[in-house]
């Protein structure tokens, strides 16, 4: 396998990572769980949704894996209204599919829930189906710009 942008993008900011290979194709976060070949802690997976504004604009969002995207304080984020992008939307802006986006390889603003910066470690998509990253959250901001927000819904 050729190596992964993302892993490329890790190794040039020195930051540690872990590589995890899933034995199917994941695209959800049941899948990750349930197709990991290592252990992994069901609390740090997270997930990069792709959301769109009324003019086209891009957004990412990180959360966690379980949470939800309360899309009104998205949009107060934002400052626009916002909603989730399509799959082919998704596609369009990141170029690869929903599961497998990527929030260090994004040429967009990432917003990070709140609730992200509290785990000692995140994992998150890679830009291929088959792998996932897992970082020290801490080092999130060596690799990309982010704002922390209040974005996933209340429980």
Do not use: Q, W
Not at 21 to 27: F, I, P, Q, S
């Amino acid at each position: 396998m050729a190596k992964l942008r993302s892993a490329e993008v890790l190794d040039g900011m020195g930051v540690e990572y872990r590589l995890i290979e899933l034995e199917e194709r994941a695209l959800s976060i049941e899948d990750v769980i349930r197709f990991s070949k290592e252990e992994i802690n069901v609390d740090e997976i997270c997930k990069t949704m792709i959301l769109k504004d009324r003019e086209g604009g891009r957004y990412a969002v990180l959360l966690l894996g379980g949470d939800r995207v309360d899309y009104g304080k998205a949009g107060e984020a934002i400052g626009e209204k916002v909603s989730i992008a399509s799959f082919a939307e998704v596609r369009e802006a990141v170029g690869v599919d929903p599961g497998a986006v990527c929030p260090v390889t994004l040429n967009m603003g990432l917003l990070v829930d709140r609730r992200v910066m509290e785990t000692e470690r995140i994992n998150f998509g890679s830009g291929n189906h088959m792998y996932g990253l897992e970082i020290r959250t801490r080092d999130l901001g060596k690799v990309v710009a982010f704002r922390v927000v209040d974005v996933a819904e209340a429980a």
